[in-house]
């Protein structure tokens, strides 16, 4: 990890409605009053989990069990470069109690906080409802592979947009192009991850909804089954 870089882990904490946790940025920090994931820096030594874990634990009173890999987005703001590694659970406990003077609660992706959200953490808020069982809808758009070569810019007719990737190459042009996910081979899976975590949300492609849990420990989004 470069030291030019500051590591960052972020938190998706997901109900079981649904609802995700935000939070809004304590005063004398950066972007004050602005809403977002909640997470904090890495220390020396630490797991992603690990950092998640002890910041939500510090600023809210929240005890996360379990993570697991979602996606790393890498973001420069005028103070620093940080890269930003998002991590989703279903496993925490206790109810959040702000620490530092900020407000927090759980809600919908479709639903505004009371306050402007980072403008990274709101392009992350719709991908929070991305299927975890990949189905084709009229509110999502997946390209073929030969299609994203000759494709430069998103479709923003659809909530979700995405596309077939066998290669880091593209991979890196859906990240470039701010696509939702990327379909993947199985086989390809691990070769696709940078430092053990994908770049965009990612489905297996073949994959059976079964195996659903088994994937997403290894960081994929979720499964497209076989039709």
Known sequence: MSDNIVEVAVGVLIREDGRMLLSSRPEGKPYAGY???????????ETVHQALARELNEELGLAVSYSTPWFVKEHR??????????????DFAGTPVPKEGQQCGFYAADERTP?????????IVNRVE????????????TLTREALAATVVRDRR??????????????????????DFVI?????????????EPR??????GAAAADLETWQAKGAHGVKPLI
């Open 200 to 205: 965009l949300p990612m489905y297996v492609d």
């Open 77 to 90: 703001y005028p103070h620093a470069h940080v890269r930003l590694h998002f991590r989703r659970s279903h």
């Open 184 to 196: 993947v081979p199985p086989e390809k899976f691990e070769s696709l991850l940078l430092n053990g």
């Open 158 to 179: 659809y909530r979700w947009v995405g596309a077939r990737a066998e290669t880091m190459d593209e991979v890196l042009k859906c990240v470039a192009m701010d696509y």
């Open 35 to 45: 809403w977002e994931f909640p997470g904090g820096k890495l220390e020396k030594g």
């Open 115 to 123: 306050g402007l959200m980072l403008p990274v953490d709101q392009v």
């Open 130 to 141: 991305l299927p975890e069982v990949f189905e084709e809808s009229d509110n999502l758009l």
